[in-house]
C-alpha cells in the first residue's frame, strides 16, 4: 500500500492523488491550520470510497508527529515559503520518508528572464493587493503574499537546500517562465 502525505490546506492535490491510487493507497493530508483542514474534510465527503483513503491531521512541517520511514511520497503546494524554518521542514520530510521515498514541492519562484520579470514584478506589486481589496477586502493578504514570493529563495538556493537535507537527485521545472516551479529529490 502506497502511502503519501500532502500538505494541502483545502486538499485539491489530495483528492487528485487519492484518485490515481486506487483502493489500495492511503493519502494523508496535514496542515497546521485545523479551520482549513477541516474546510478540506468538507469537501471530501464528495468523493464516496475515496473519501476513506484518506485521514486529516494537524501538523507542523518543522516538527512532524510521524515515525521515521512513514511515507512513499512527501508532497507539498504553495506552503513551504510560509514555514518559518524551511531547513527544518525539509529535513522533517527527509526524516519521514521511507527510502527511495519521493519530495515534491510546488511553489511560487523567481521568474528568470528579465523582460518578464519586470512586468512580473509591476502586475505583482501594483495589481494583486488592490485586487484583493476589491474582490476580498483584503489588501494586506495579499501584499504579504507578494512580499513572500519575493523572499522564497531562487529556484537554485532552494535546489541547494534540498540537497542538504539529505535529499538526492535533486531537480527542479519552471513552469510560467518560473512564476512557480516543481522541486522534486528522493531519499536513497
Known amino acids: ?9 483545502s486538499g485539491d492535490i489530495a483528492f487528485r492523488v487519492a484518485d490515481k491510487l486506487g483502493p489500495s493507497g492511503h493519502v494523508t493530508v496535514c496542515d497546521i491550520n485545523a479551520s482549513m ?3 478540506g474534510k468538507k469537501r471530501s465527503r464528495t468523493l464516496g470510497e475515496k473519501q476513506h483513503q484518506m485521514s486529516w491531521t494537524v501538523g507542523d512541517a518543522q516538527n512532524l508527529d510521524f515515525k521515521d520511514d512513514s511515507f512513499d511520497a512527501y508532497t507539498i503546494a504553495f506552503g513551504i515559503r510560509n514555514v518559518v524554518d524551511i531547513n527544518q521542514a ?8 521511507k527510502p527511495g521515498g519521493r519530495f515534491m ?6 521568474v528568470e528572464n528579465p523582460v ?8 505583482s506589486f501594483q495589481c494583486i493587493p488592490p485586487m484583493g481589496k476589491v474582490l476580498a477586502g483584503d489588501w494586506d493578504s495579499y501584499q504579504y503574499l507578494v512580499e513572500s514570493i519575493r523572499r522564497f529563495p531562487p529556484q537554485q538556493d532552494f535546489e541547494e537546500m ?13 513552469l510560467s517562465f518560473g512564476v512557480a516551479a516543481i522541486h522534486s529529490g528522493f531519499k536513497l
Do not use: P, W
Open 1 to 9: 500500500q502506497l502511502h503519501y502525505i500532502l500538505f494541502s490546506i
Open 105 to 110: 514541492c510546488l511553489e511560487f519562484s523567481h
Open 162 to 174: 534540498i540537497k542538504n537535507a539529505g535529499f538526492s537527485c535533486v531537480t527542479y521545472d519552471n
Open 37 to 39: 483542514l477541516e474546510v
Open 116 to 123: 518578464i520579470e519586470q512586468l512580473y514584478s509591476f502586475y
Open 90 to 97: 525539509l529535513k522533517e520530510a527527509f526524516r519521514v520518508l
